[in-house]
């Protein structure tokens, strides 16, 4: 198996501040998402030290950084628009946990899996079968505030709990991709 990149190391390499982060993946195109995000961030950076890492694009990622500016927090929220193969990877592991946005694809949430962080993501169906809510990391009801507050303060303030998370995380992964593998030749022998 690989040797994945501690936060600390990934956060030197991608010019980050070795802070506890959170790493938010867009795209931030749904405006109650960014508003539950920054609200949820805020809630958390006026309790703990924190940096908060937004990679992807879309229309409501300045107004999210606007929020945390408003209130004082805006030198802890770092946007980062090209993050392709190794960028992204590097900033997934600098993550101590990643927020998905509520658009996110599936394929995304198994990356980020794969990569061994633990998930804090909107508790929608595809998303709770693979996540598990306290297996691979914490699902929240979309519009609670204080659910996504509370995932994000118990992940980055318990080590031991983030850890445990993002070894199960690793492994949801690669079942999940054995999964559909051995379903995709399945259907290839019946077709032939």
Known sequence: AQRLLTPMDARSLVGLDDLPTIVAVG?????????QLAAAFIAVRQRCKAQLVLVGTG??????????????????????????????????????LVVLSSSAAAS????VLAAGRPV??????????????????????PGDVSGMEGALLRLLTTAVLRRGMGGRARQVARRHRLELSMRNQCDEGKRK
């Open 59 to 96: 229309v409501q990622r300045t107004n999210l950084m606007q929020s945390a500016s408003a209130t004082g927090f805006g030198s802890d929220v770092h946007a980062v628009e090209d993050s392709c193969g190794d960028r992204w990877s590097n900033l997934v592991a600098a993550a101590d």
């Open 27 to 35: 795209p931030f195109d749904d405006r109650a998402h960014a508003q």
């Open 120 to 141: 804090v993501a909107p508790a929608d169906p595809d998303t709770v079968q693979l996540v598990v809510s306290g297996i691979a990391g914490l699902v929240y009801r």
């Open 108 to 111: 995304t949430l198994l990356d």
